[in-house]
């Protein structure tokens, strides 16, 4: 008598895996809704608000006669998807808490896909909002030169911040499975990162230390390249700037990936 070795079941390719792992957060997005839409209120009010306050600053040279909206526009835009970006490791904790994480983890997934199932979600949700916010620019005054091309380019510029603090968010979240530590850890960056950065005021303005500071910041980086494109003058290190995202983003994603096998280990 011949007996047969049972063979082992098929196992899903890991576009699959990470299509599978998409959908679910897509779903989750769609039954919760309002928190995307609720995080589109500050940059509203930061673009009218700051806009207004900050209006004659337009007439200074250093905004080179395009007025203080159009200046702001990309930071407010980088802003969006940073403090998004920061919030992205809510929902790791969520399904950590619920058993989920767990569940993920008992089944052959592979522990890089289920990471990027959750990044593109959240991806897809700051491009949504960063479209919004150029729109509220449009409406608020500002122009945007570059035309078409140039806000694909501050659009792709504001998707590699997002997937940085994402990713980073992401790792955090898993290190320490606390919805207060890592509120308190986004709040401690998030806000320096903004403002250590010509988001608001360009460098020419800001006091000599800030300037040394902001130079270094991936904060900078984005937005200058975000309104080069939008203005369709492109910073003259811009290469280096873009290299240097690049580069943070890959590591924050291997962080990411890094961190759900050491909590697996863990538990």
Partial sequence: MISIAPTAPARAGWFTQTGQVLRRWLLVSLRQAWGPVMSLIQPVIWILLFGQVFHSLGALPQFAGAGYIAYLVPGILMMTVLYSGAWAGTGCIDDIASGVMDQYLTSPISRSAIVTGQLIQQLVVNLAQSLVVLG?????????????????????????????????????????????ALISLSQLIVLPATFLSTTMMPAALLPEWVQNVSRWNPMTWAVELGRGGLDGTYPADGWWQLAGLVLLAALAFTWAVRSIRAYQRSI
């Fill in 136 to 180: 509220i620019g449009w409406l608020a005054g500002a122009r945007y030169p570059g035309g078409v091309g140039g806000m694909l380019v501050a659009l792709g510029v504001a998707t590699l911040l997002a997937t940085i603090f994402c990713c980073c968010s992401t790792a955090v979240a898993l290190m320490t499975r606390s919805q207060i």
